[in-house]
C-alpha cells in the first residue's frame, strides 16, 4: 500500500488485507520547514454522514393513545469488526437518538455478543433514559462473534417481559459478519420465536 499527498513525505507498508484486517491509517510527516496540518489516507476512507437530531419529543411523534407499548431488546454486534470503519460510532449515536423516543410506557433491554452474550441493560422503563444511554457509552468492540448465544439470551428476554397486546420485539444491530454454522440454527430459532408474536428485525451497520 503506497499513500502519497502533496506536501508530504510518500508512505509505503506491505501488508495482508482480509475482512479482519481491511482499514489502514497512515500519518504523513510534512516536507516543508513551515508544516502543513498532518492528515490521514486510508485505503477505506468513509464519509460518515452526520445523525440527525430529533427535535420532537416522545409525546408529539408516539403517542400512547395511537401507538402500542414496547417491549424492545437490542442485541448488539461488539464483535472486533464492529471497531472498523466507524460502526461502532455510528451503532451508539443511532441508539442515543432512539432513546429519546422512548415512553415511561415502553420498556427496553441491551444484550451485546462477541465471545459471549451478555445483558448490558435488563429490562428498563424509557423514563430512565441516564441509565440507559450510560451502557450505550461504554460500548467496546472486541472478540469473535458467537451470535446464536446472543440470539438465545435476547429471546429468553422478550419473553420474561412479554407485553400482551403490545409489540415486542428483537432488533439486531450488526455488520452482518455471523459464523457459518451460527447462521442456520439462528434462522430456525427466529422463525420458532416469530410463531410466538416475538418479531426479530436486523439493522444493517455497513453491512
Do not use: H, W
Amino acid at each position: 500500500i503506497r499513500v502519497s499527498a502533496t506536501g508530504y513525505e510518500s508512505e509505503v507498508r506491505n501488508s495482508y488485507i482480509n475482512n479482519r484486517n481491511s482499514r489502514f491509517t497512515f500519518y504523513l510527516n510534512p516536507l516543508t520547514a513551515d508544516p502543513l496540518p498532518p492528515i490521514a489516507e486510508s485505503i477505506q476512507e468513509d464519509n460518515i454522514p452526520a445523525i440527525p437530531v430529533l427535535t420532537e419529543t416522545y409525546s408529539e411523534l408516539l403517542p400512547e393513545n395511537l401507538y402500542k407499548p414496547n417491549n424492545i431488546v437490542f442485541l448488539l454486534d461488539i464483535s472486533g469488526s464492529m471497531a472498523q470503519s466507524d460502526k461502532l460510532f455510528l451503532m451508539k449515536g443511532a441508539l442515543s437518538e432512539l432513546v429519546k423516543l422512548l415512553r415511561p410506557v415502553d420498556k427496553i433491554a441491551l444484550v451485546s455478543y462477541a465471545d459471549n452474550a451478555t445483558i448490558l441493560l435488563g429490562s428498563t422503563g424509557g423514563d430512565q433514559k441516564s441509565v440507559i444511554n450510560s451502557k450505550i457509552e461504554e460500548l467496546k468492540a472486541g472478540g469473535n462473534t458467537d451470535g446464536y448465544k446472543g440470539f438465545k439470551t435476547s429471546f429468553d428476554l422478550l419473553t420474561d417481559n412479554f407485553i400482551v397486546d403490545g409489540n415486542n420485539q428483537l432488533f439486531v444491530i450488526t455488520d452482518g459478519a455471523f459464523q457459518p454454522e451460527d447462521q442456520k440454527k439462528i434462522k430456525k430459532l427466529t422463525a420458532k420465536k416469530n410463531r410466538k408474536d416475538l418479531i426479530t428485525s436486523i439493522v444493517g451497520i455497513k453491512s
